[in-house]
């Protein structure tokens, strides 16, 4: 059953129309379903629904498609839903990073409200909720009072259809009763002048329609301000010093939000403007303070942790970022005390395993990273020059360290590699005389690297061929100046071996040489003495003999 509603009703409403402004949305509940038809048209409609026990329903609808909203699992609760149809426009606006301040297309927005009772959703009125009185416009009839003059009343005013003799105000100055409580503002200023008309309305007259108290721009037809009834005390609280509480008598701030569970902020921007739709949260609770992201999947790209310290992140007046210091020094300052986690951590978990830049330092000339020992002063510079890399010490003209992007390494001193003995293991005895035969298979070329200048010269083995012969390394095309070094030493060794063993073999010949050469002369020794202890006509008689033996 509706309230009695004024005749003028229908006629706000096409002024509404015709003036391009936005009537109400058409109402219809079937079984658990509510369709809803906006009067106004555009290329698509985004829908908001929301209602007790925490409902809310939120869709996007395409111009010609039927708008509505389904009953939630279980059906419905009942009570009072609100429901908002915003316009969505063709996304025709651009703008830079930096423009906030810019031209968009009127947004285009329909509100009203259902009710549930029973399970079963009524009928209730459209957004615009501002009605004109039945004598409006109209001559006094007979039973108006006309005082043309002051009226002053000493005593308590009722208005209204309902007022019985000897009504019982209380403490009420003015009561309104009826089924439709109004009170008109109307403004009949000149032109030039300011005349919108106003209205305070209390409830939608239609059955099923929405307990409220609202605030009426009569004359733009729309209603800038409303409290649904059953609002919590103080859901809006403005003290005596202009701070403002929601849901406390005690702001504290200017503006105090307070709530049992997650104080937040929406910003929403719809698509009714042009501009892409997007929503923001910023809220609070005992886990952190953070910033939703709501349109990509209520992601939380910044949140703050209790207890953060102070200036956990400090942007100073000239745009320099502190981390842990409120006074940085340079664009990035990361300070800490703690002895362990004052560090920089990048840190990439893809799964895919490929090569990137984690760390990029850009300059326009040489860039620098410097490495600060500040117990010692000990400081180093590691320098991208205009064509090679160089490790510097710090103040100082000596270059300890240059690489080419050839790859040739140059160093201002002496190479030292590690070979300490506790860092090895699975040591094996080498086979001195079967290495100088690999040595002796291996091939050593002269040559040069296809980068260099042909006069440029290198001797060497390749690798591959290393590689295959001796099999040290971890690659077959790289060579360890380690592992050439311990090559040509075990070959020293080998020859050495060899060398002693041929010494020791001359030594023994040149001893048995000696013996002989003794023995020799001594055997010499001997036949001259006997040669000497022979008589002379022995030996003239010998001589004979041999004479006649030989037959001379």
Partial sequence: ?????????????????????????????????????????????????????????????????????????GGWTDGEYRYEIVGVQANTYRRSDNDTARDAAPQLSESGAFSVRGGVPQLADSVFAARQDNGQ??????????????????????????????????????????????????????????????????????????????????????????????????????????????????????????????????????????????????????????????????????????????????????????????????????????????????????????????????????????LKNTNTNNEWSLNAHDADFRMTPAGSATVAMTIFPTGNVTIAGTLTQNSDRNSKENFRTLDHKSLLQKIAQLDITEWNFKYEKDDVRHIGPMAQDFHKVFGLGERDDRIAPLDTSGVALAAVQGLQKELAERDSRIAELESRLERLDKLTQQIAAKQNADAVAIPASLATGRCEEETVATGL
Avoid at 16 to 22: I, T
Avoid at 206 to 219: C, L, M, P, R, Y
Avoid at 240 to 259: A, I, M, Q
Avoid at 330 to 359: C, F, I, M, P, W
């Fill in 1 to 73: 059953m509706q309230k009695l509603v004024s005749r003028q009703h229908a006629v706000t409403v096409a002024m509404s129309l015709a003036l391009g402004l936005l009537a109400g949305s058409t109402f219809a509940a079937t079984g658990n379903s509510v369709a809803l038809a906006p009067a106004m048209r555009a290329p698509a409609y985004q829908l908001r629904v929301t209602g007790p026990a925490g409902f809310l329903f939120e869709r996007t609808f395409a111009a010609g498609a039927n708008i509505g909203v389904d009953a939630p699992a």
């Fill in 137 to 370: 416009n109209a001559s006094p009839v007979p039973n108006d009072q006309v005082i043309a003059d002051d009226l002053i009343v000493q005593g308590s005013t009722c208005v209204g259809f309902d007022c019985v003799n000897n009504e019982s105000f209380g403490f009420d100055t003015i009561r309104l009763k009826e089924n439709n409580t109004r009170i008109k503002f109307e403004d009949t200023s000149a032109a030039g002048f300011p005349s919108t008309d106003w209205q305070l309305t209390a409830n939608d007259s239609a059955s099923g329609g929405q307990n409220k108290f609202s605030i009426e721009d009569v004359t733009a037809t729309t209603i800038p301000f409303t409290v649904t009834g059953g609002a919590p005390s103080n859901a809006i609280f403005v003290d005596s010093t202009g701070r403002v509480g929601f849901r406390t008598s005690t702001p504290v701030l200017d503006l105090h939000v307070s709530t049992s569970n997650t104080p937040a902020l929406r910003l929403e921007q719809t698509a009714a403007g042009g501009f892409s739709a997007q929503t923001w949260d910023v809220a609070g609770n005992e886990a952190n303070f953070f910033v939703r992201d709501v349109t990509s999947g209520s992601r939380l790209p910044f949140r703050i942790r209790p207890g953060a310290p102070t200036s956990s992140v400090d942007i100073s007046a000239s745009g320099n970022v502190g981390v842990g210091t409120a006074s940085p020094s340079v664009k990035l300052n990361v300070v800490g005390s703690d002895g362990t986690t004052t560090q920089v951590l990048v840190q990439e978990n893809n799964a895919t395993a490929t090569g990137r830049d984690l760390l990029r330092l850009e300059n326009k000339g040489p860039t620098r990273l410097r």
